[in-house]
Each structure stands twice: as C-alpha cells, then as structure tokens.
C-alpha cells in the first residue's frame, strides 16, 4: 500500500496534512456549512425513505393491506437492521459531537504513546468506553478524523470498537459463556484485526487518498470549527445526519433483499466442513448485517450445527464488513479502500476462524 508514512511524528498530529486549527484563517463568524441545500435533501431522503419504510410495514402487519410475501418480509428485515441501528447512529453522532465540538483538541491526543504501533493499540481500545454499536462508530470515526487522528487510526478504532464494546462482550458472554473459546477468541480476533488493518492501511503514502473526495474536502476546511460551540454542534448533526441516515435506509433495503434471495438452507447445509463452514459463516454475516450488541443471540442456535472456528468467524467479520456498514462507510472511504479493506478482513477471519476450529 506504498512507503510507510506514520512514524513517530505523532508530536504535530494530523499527519495526513488537514488543518485542525482553530486558528488558521477560519472565519469565525461565518454561517456553518451544515445546513447546505445539499446536505438538506439528502437529509431529507434519508429520514423520509426510514420514515417511509417504516410506516408501510405498519401497514403491512396492522392495516391489512395485502402485500406479497417476498415484500413483507423485505421490509420485515429492512425493518428489523434500521429498529437495531437506529439509536445507536443517533447515539454515535452525539458522541461524535463530543469529540468535535466540546472536547479540547488536545484532550484525545494528549495521552496517547508517540510510538504508532503502541497508539493504534490504545485508539483499540476507545470502544471500552464507547458503548456504541458498529453503525454509530462511524459518525465517532468520523469525528476522530476531523480532530487530528490519522485516517488508519480512526479505522483502528472503527474495527475494533464494536468488538471490546462492553455490550458486546456482555452479550457474547450471556450466549455463550467461555465455552470453546469463543468469546476470548472473538475479543482477541477483533483487536488483531483491528491493529493489523491499521498496520498496513498506515503505509500508504497519501493518508486523504483513503477518503473520499467530499469528506476529505470537509477534513481540509475545518468546517466543524466554526461559529459558538452551540451552532458548530447543530452543523455537525446536520452533517453527520445528512450523510449516515440515507445510507442506513439504502443499506436496510439491500440488506433485507439479500437474505429474501439467498435460501438460509444452502448456509446450514455446509456447517460442519471446518473450511466451508467458516466461509459459509462470513457470507451469513455479511447477508445478515445484525448488530454487533445482538449477534451472538443471533448465531446462538448455529452452534449446535457449525464449528465453533465458523462461529468465531461470523462474530468478528460481521461487525466490521457487511452490507449496511460497506454503505455506511462509502459515506467516508473510498471504493478502492472498502475493496482492500473487506478482503484483508475477510482473509485474516477466515484465519482466526480455521485456527480456532483446529485449537477447539
């Protein structure tokens, strides 16, 4: 991915070259870019299009009216991914909110290791403290980047942060206990995926090209840091809504077509092959697209079919790569890095799930 760029020089962050200054020709009185014409219709789209979706599946199961059975469920598991989402985006945009408009811009920073390797391991870990699912972690990313941290640090913190959610691991606990392993080896396969994606993303030469072109430009004007703390905040809800609410609708939508077309039988059918099973597995989560908070009750009445390597599999792939959160990140990342972003992930937990399978 090119000549590695990340070194020590963590003393003068961001290295990816954005101006975070509060002090660098900003004008402090202008209005805040947050409420564009365009940010206002895609805001528009997108709480209309959940609204919407929403409103014609309550008239599917409580109004009567007849819809095909391939449509009532589509918009059944559309409903079901936006109803698990949903307040934890809202919850991760307040946070992002935090970070961005009344956090110090040093406060993150300050305690952080100057090495790289030991700082991406502690941005690892932010999601201790963060309770928020894989959804809301984008906007939380976002935010990151827009205060300083390097692009392959906000992505360390992007993958690993729904894993060492405390819920997460709450819930991983409550299903399955330390039987097989599972839990360890899920908390520990998110952390290496995380630090290792990290790793390798930090090599590229141009950090900005890792983003897309309108986020980086936001990234280059700053423009979160203007007016009182007060407007700043709204800009930056209507921003972060602006962006991640369509998405989250479009993603639902594909989501639940996915699992209307794809027979769950062929899945089952390949359980207990410790190879097949394990990609079988990675397929599920990223059709499936539950979140991380809730997963493992979901995969729960798997294990008596598949490996516990393939239930590994499932729990640290699906909360990283799936169809709604590739349509959430696309709001940040570009096509090119979502591509080697999903095949490094993929690689490594189909690894930690045939380790696994071989250890249990």
């Given amino acids: 991915m090119g000549t590695p760029t990340e070194t020590a020089a963590h003393e003068h962050p961001p290295s990816h070259g954005y101006d975070h200054g509060h002090d660098h020709g900003h004008d402090h009185g202008a209005p805040a870019r947050g409420f564009s014409r365009a940010r206002a219709i895609w805001l528009v789209v997108g709480v209309l299009g959940v609204a919407g979706l929403l409103a014609l599946r309550s008239?599917?199961?409580?109004?009567?009216?007849?819809?095909?059975n391939q449509l009532q469920d589509l918009l059944t598991l559309a409903f079901s991914v936006i109803v698990e989402s949903l307040p934890f985006v809202i919850l991760g945009i307040l946070l992002s909110i935090v970070v961005q408009a009344w956090l110090p811009d040093d406060l993150l920073q300050r305690y952080l290791p100057r090495n790289a390797v030991l700082r991406r391991f502690c941005i690892s870990l932010f999601g201790i403290a963060l309770p928020v699912c894989e959804c809301g972690n984008?906007?939380?990313?976002?935010?990151?980047v827009m205060?300083?941290?390097?692009?392959?640090?906000?992505?360390?913190?992007?993958?690993?942060?729904?894993?060492?959610n405390p819920v997460t691991i709450i819930t991983t606990h409550a299903a399955f206990g330390f039987d097989d392993g599972i839990l360890v080896a899920r908390i520990l396969g998110g952390l290496a995926i995380a630090n290792i994606v990290g790793w390798l993303?930090?090599?590229?030469?141009?950090?900005?090209?890792?983003?897309?072109?309108?986020?980086?430009?936001?990234?280059?004007?700053?423009?979160?840091?203007?007016?009182?703390?007060?407007?700043?905040?709204?800009?930056?809800?209507?921003r972060e809504t602006s962006v991640i609410m369509p998405a989250l609708f479009i993603g639902a939508l594909i989501a639940g077509a996915i699992q209307v077309?794809?027979?769950?039988?062929?899945?089952?059918?390949?359980?207990?092959?410790?190879?097949?099973s394990v990609l079988a597995m990675m397929v599920l989560a990223?059709?499936?697209?539950?979140?991380?908070?809730?997963?493992?009750?979901?995969?729960?009445p798997f294990a008596s079919t598949f490996l516990p390597?393939?239930?590994?599999?499932?729990?640290?792939?699906?909360p990283i790569i799936d169809v709604k959160m590739l349509a959430i990140?696309?709001?940040?990342?570009?096509?090119?890095?979502?591509v080697q972003l999903t095949v490094v992930v993929g690689l490594l937990s189909a690894l930690i799930g045939l380790v696994v399978n071989v250890l249990a």
């Fill in 59 to 68: 008239l599917a199961t409580e109004g009567g009216v007849p819809l095909p």
């Fill in 147 to 164: 205060k300083g941290f390097t692009v392959s640090e906000s992505m360390t913190f992007l993958l690993a942060a729904p894993i060492v």
């Fill in 329 to 338: 990140m696309r709001t940040t990342y570009t096509t090119r890095t979502l």
């Fill in 286 to 300: 990223f059709v499936i697209a539950v979140c991380s908070s809730v997963d493992a009750f979901f995969i729960l």
């Fill in 201 to 238: 993303f930090s090599l590229h030469p141009r950090q900005d090209d890792l983003l897309t072109p309108s986020f980086a430009a936001e990234c280059a004007r700053g423009d979160h840091s203007e007016g009182s703390r007060p407007q700043r905040s709204l800009a930056i809800f209507v």
């Fill in 261 to 276: 077309a794809v027979p769950r039988e062929v899945l089952v059918s390949l359980g207990s092959n410790p190879l097949w």
């Fill in 309 to 318: 390597g393939s239930i590994v599999t499932f729990l640290v792939f699906g």
């Fill in 138 to 144: 984008v906007p939380l990313a976002r935010g990151l």
